[in-house]
């Protein structure tokens, strides 16, 4: 009966870390009694007393209406939303729900930066990534850093599907998205916390989602003669001794994703049916949070990400563009410092952070790929002579001839050395291109009579 006392005295702290040393000191001054007593059942000591525990917990849930941070069943924590604590970065988020508080840093990248990935049956690529981590220092604790476990792994997909329905397309948004949602301290439902971060991220790094996403966790606590509660925005204690941790994450309108995990045979269909009502009144909630921080993504991308530029070539122009071992592709990445992706369908994507290198690069491409018109009026620099005339570069690769009967402004020219040199620049016009695509150039740059 003592002890019954002091473990509702102990769960009757209403800040988490206070309840834990209050249950600590409990094990450590119950359980030495009954070792003395049953030295060899010491496990069996310890699971009494976590079941007494336990056993409290779901009590207070399904006889008082309370729980042990004092809320009644249908009240979230307090809720704050922040965004651009990291000016330097494409996009931030911070995202606080109770003790539970995720930091979700967005940075946008190129084609370059796809996960490519190979299986089996075929080569894939993926544009958006969500990576979650779970520190130690989270939950208190001091462990080694090592490789993401189950539990990363499980927590970053379910959130980047909970997210991806919202991603604007390719076409309209060419970047490769990656967001890193680290949790800074854990007291339940980390993984829809990780949601909301990432929407305000996203938003803040100016990704054009169709609609802000956020997310909840719903618990149960059950009872053999058929009665029920339903947790609104469970804690770490009522995940652990509850029956049902059911996360669910969407939009306004609608949901993008759910992972139920339960503890009891099985769920009816108004137990459901309770919950999804419920989480849908709390995640509306949840969104006026989110959009007190930001309404709608922003404008414009951070002055640190990259300009992505697309345009279209003719696909029988990409080795032109690219040029033999990669010699052009090379040459322009090296003047402007930008990064050029070329898909197999003639799309050019040009990134840079600086907007003008950008812009530049775009130019040398299509001074590469643009072909000479009939009558057009180029100004054309000398590269060869020769006894029947002197070779133009009219376009970047391109040359034209212009015949020595065109040199000599309708005098006879008998030596093209006389009337132009190498490095000579001459206004002339397109006259004819053969079958063959070869260029004959004019200096008459109206047509004759």
Same mark, same amino acid.
């Given at each position: 009966?003592?002890?019954?006392?002091?473990?509702?005295?102990?769960?009757?702290?209403?800040?988490?870390?206070?309840?834990?040393?209050?249950?600590?000191?409990?094990?450590?001054?119950?359980?030495?009694?009954?070792?003395?007593?049953?030295?060899?059942?010491?496990?069996?000591?310890?699971?009494?007393?976590?079941?007494?525990?336990?056993?409290?917990?779901?009590?207070?849930?399904?006889?008082?209406?309370?729980?042990?941070?004092?809320?009644?069943?249908?009240?979230?924590?307090?809720?704050?939303?922040?965004?651009?604590?990291?000016?330097?970065?494409?996009?931030?988020?911070?995202?606080?729900?109770?003790?539970?508080?995720?930091?979700?840093?967005?940075?946008?990248?190129?084609?370059?930066?796809?996960?490519?990935?190979?299986?089996?049956?075929?080569?894939?690529?993926?544009?958006?990534?969500?990576?979650?981590?779970?520190?130690?220092?989270?939950?208190?604790?001091?462990?080694?850093?090592?490789?993401?476990?189950?539990?990363?792994?499980?927590?970053?997909?379910?959130?980047?599907?909970?997210?991806?329905?919202?991603?604007?397309?390719?076409?309209?948004?060419?970047?490769?998205?990656?967001?890193?949602?680290?949790?800074?301290?854990?007291?339940?439902?980390?993984?829809?916390?990780?949601?909301?971060?990432?929407?305000?991220?996203?938003?803040?790094?100016? %990704?054009? !989602?169709? &609609?802000?996403?956020?997310? #909840?966790?719903?618990?149960?606590? $059950? @009872?053999?003669?058929?009665?029920? =509660? +339903?947790?609104?925005?469970?804690?770490?204690?009522?995940?652990?001794?509850?029956?049902?941790?059911?996360?669910?994450?969407?939009?306004? %309108?609608? !949901?993008? &994703?759910?992972?139920?995990? #339960?503890?009891?045979?099985?769920? $009816? @269909?108004?137990?459901?049916?309770? =919950? +999804?009502?419920?989480?849908?009144?709390?995640?509306?909630?949840?969104?006026?949070?989110?959009?007190?921080?930001?309404?709608?993504?922003?404008?414009?991308?951070?002055?640190?990400?990259?300009? #992505?530029?697309?345009?279209?070539?003719?696909?029988?122009?990409?080795?032109?563009?690219?040029?033999?071992?990669?010699?052009?592709?090379?040459?322009?990445?090296?003047?402007?410092?930008?990064?050029?992706?070329?898909?197999?369908?003639?799309?050019?994507?040009?990134?840079?952070?600086?907007?003008?290198?950008?812009?530049?690069?775009?130019?040398?491409?299509?001074?590469?790929?643009?072909?000479?018109?009939?009558?057009?009026?180029?100004?054309?620099?000398?590269?060869?002579?020769?006894?029947?005339?002197?070779?133009?570069?009219?376009?970047?690769?391109?040359?034209?001839?212009?015949?020595?009967?065109?040199?000599?402004?309708?005098?006879?020219?008998?030596?093209?050395?006389?009337?132009?040199?190498?490095?000579?620049?001459?206004?002339?016009?397109?006259?004819?291109?053969?079958?063959?695509?070869?260029?004959?150039?004019?200096?008459?740059?109206?047509?004759?009579?």
């Amino acid at each position: 009966a003592q002890a019954q006392s002091m473990i509702r005295e102990a769960l009757g702290q209403p800040e988490k870390l206070m309840r834990e040393d209050a249950l600590r000191q409990i094990v450590a001054r119950v359980a030495p009694a009954f070792a003395e007593r049953y030295p060899e059942r010491t496990k069996e000591i310890a699971d009494v007393i976590q079941g007494a525990i336990k056993d409290e917990v779901r009590r207070r849930v399904l006889e008082d209406g309370r729980r042990v941070d004092g809320r009644g069943l249908r009240d979230i924590r307090p809720l704050r939303a922040t965004v651009g604590l990291l000016p330097r970065t494409h996009g931030s988020g911070l995202f606080q729900r109770g003790q539970t508080q995720v930091l979700t840093i967005a940075t946008l990248g190129t084609g370059e930066d796809e996960q490519i990935i190979d299986d089996l049956s075929r080569r894939t690529r993926k544009r958006f990534l969500h990576h979650y981590s779970f520190p130690p220092f989270s939950v208190g604790e001091v462990r080694p850093l090592r490789s993401p476990g189950r539990r990363e792994i499980g927590h970053g997909l379910l959130a980047e599907r909970a997210l991806e329905p919202m991603l604007p397309g390719e076409d309209v948004f060419p970047y490769t998205i990656r967001l890193v949602s680290e949790v800074l301290e854990s007291n339940g439902s980390t993984s829809m916390a990780s949601v909301c971060g990432s929407t305000l991220a996203l938003m803040d790094a100016g %990704v054009p !989602i169709k &609609a802000p996403v956020a997310g #909840i966790s719903m618990g149960l606590v $059950t @009872r053999d003669d058929g009665r029920y =509660a +339903l947790l609104t925005d469970i804690q770490g204690l009522e995940d652990a001794m509850g029956d049902m941790d059911f996360k669910v994450a969407g939009t306004r %309108v609608g !949901i993008t &994703a759910l992972q139920l995990d #339960i503890k009891t045979k099985g769920l $009816t @269909r108004e137990i459901l049916e309770r =919950a +999804l009502a419920e989480a849908r009144e709390v995640r509306l909630k949840i969104l006026d949070v989110l959009a007190q921080a930001i309404a709608e993504p922003r404008a414009a991308l951070s002055p640190y990400a990259p300009r #992505i530029i697309t345009i279209e070539i003719n696909p029988d122009k990409i080795r032109e563009v690219i040029g033999p071992g990669g010699k052009v592709i090379n040459k322009i990445t090296a003047e402007t410092g930008v990064k050029i992706d070329i898909e197999q369908d003639g799309k050019v994507h040009v990134a840079s952070a600086d907007e003008e290198a950008a812009k530049r690069a775009i130019q040398m491409i299509e001074g590469i790929v643009r072909e000479a018109k009939v009558g057009e009026i180029y100004t054309g620099r000398v590269t060869r002579l020769m006894n029947f005339g002197a070779f133009l570069e009219v376009l970047p690769g391109k040359e034209g001839l212009l015949h020595i009967s065109e040199l000599g402004d309708g005098e006879r020219v008998a030596r093209v050395e006389d009337a132009v040199k190498v490095g000579d620049e001459i206004q002339v016009r397109v006259k004819e291109i053969d079958n063959l695509g070869r260029i004959n150039l004019t200096k008459r740059l109206t047509p004759g009579p």
